[in-house]
């Protein structure tokens, strides 16, 4: 049940609509023995009598002039957006629980998952090859389990693991640093369409119309951990800004993970640091599953037959990459046989491209 009537909402949604009337003006409001509705509707010369700072006092006049709060709650209406305060019963708990948590939230989607568990999958931008295949790995292992897979919807590692989670046929929610109405980055529109379409969620504290600042994206991280009964960390530098959902993670007293990586690569520095300072180890998807009570469920597909050629290949891959070249050689087999049928090895999620003419077995 709502803790709020429609015509607060109204109100609500009217002061959320300003993004420079921020949360700092609203909590501040709050904080006052009166709803959010009454303060609207007080004359100015009421206003100045309520214990407000004069900034959030002009702030008010400002956005009553030129703001219809009916319109701004139809609009959202009109663009599939739900909009929900912290006050709502279908807030999601967890996010409640840490030290700054969003007064509203703008959502596409369901967050309908309350017999299932959330964990945060991020990391860098710019993901190495066995950084992809290891959030590929996680990511897929945990949706198979009925994990929703918690990610940013960023380059690299958070747009590897929204895909892993569809392609298990799982659940995953993207979190943004801009409004719902402009996908960052707008070559993942379609990624975002996929991620609705089968059941997840596109969540965001930021109103429509808000660009994707480079300020917005830490404040986008907290709310990436909050959600999350834990955080794995695949790849981060060392002053990546995927260190500060970690650090969120850590906040909001839940668990982090961090899987470890090569000594030569810039991409393990800020993720060995954290193994340093005391998070977890992840070097199986058990791993986090056994920290958070849970068991790992086998996947529902049916074992692919292998054919006498993709058997030969599957014997001779390993999960090291491996050079075309020296596939042919092991194998003995011809150049053509081997092509065409790492294509449907491919298809059936047998084997992966390692980039630059290399391949592996995919993880099982």
């Known amino acids: 049940m709502e803790r709020i009537t429609p015509a607060e909402r109204a109100i609500w949604a009217a002061f959320a609509s300003d993004l420079y009337f921020g949360p700092t003006h609203l909590n501040e409001l709050l904080a006052l023995n009166e709803t959010l509705q009454s303060i609207w509707e007080k004359p100015e010369h009421e206003l ?7 900034a959030t006092l002009q702030a008010i006049v400002k956005l009553r002039t030129n703001v219809d709060p009916i319109k701004v709650l139809t609009n959202l209406q009109k663009q599939g957006i739900k909009f929900i305060t912290r006050f709502d019963a279908d807030y999601p708990a967890l996010l409640g ?10 959502i596409r989607g369901k967050l309908e998952n309350k017999n299932h568990t959330n964990v945060a999958i991020v990391g860098s931008r710019r993901m190495t090859t066995y950084g992809k295949r290891t959030a590929e790995y996680i990511s897929r292992s945990l949706a198979q389990s009925g994990i929703t897979i918690v990610s940013g919807l960023a380059l690299g590692i958070d747009s590897v693991s929204h895909k892993a989670a569809l392609e298990a046929e799982g659940i995953t929610w993207a979190v943004l640093g801009c409004g719902l109405d402009q996908i960052y980055p707008s070559s993942h529109t379609q990624l975002g369409e996929r991620i609705l379409s089968n059941g997840g969620a596109l969540i965001s504290e930021f109103p429509p119309g808000t660009p994707a600042l480079r300020h917005h994206f830490p404040i986008r991280n907290r709310i990436i951990a909050g959600l999350c009964s834990a955080t794995i960390i695949v790849e981060a530098t060392e002053r990546s ?3 500060s959902t970690a650090r969120a993670a850590l906040d909001a007293n839940r668990e982090v993970f961090a899987v470890p990586g090569s000594i030569f690569s810039p991409n393990s520095v800020g993720s060995h640091a954290l193994l340093k300072s005391g998070a ?4 199986t998807p058990n791993d986090i599953l056994e920290a958070l ?10 074992v692919t037959q292998l054919t006498s050629v993709e058997s030969v290949i599957f014997a001779t891959l390993s999960h090291e990459p491996m050079l075309l070249d020296d596939l042919i050689t092991a194998t003995q087999l011809t150049s053509s046989a081997i092509v065409s049928t790492l294509t449907l090895m491919e298809i059936k999620g047998l084997v992966q491209t390692a980039g630059q003419g290399r391949y592996v077995r995919s993880h099982s």
């Open 48 to 54: 100045k009598k309520i214990p407000i700072r004069s």
């Open 97 to 106: 629980e840490i030290t700054v948590p969003p007064v509203v939230l703008y």
């Open 241 to 243: 800004g995927t260190l």
């Open 280 to 283: 977890g180890l992840l070097h």
């Open 293 to 302: 009570g849970l068991e790992m469920k086998s996947s529902d597909r049916p």
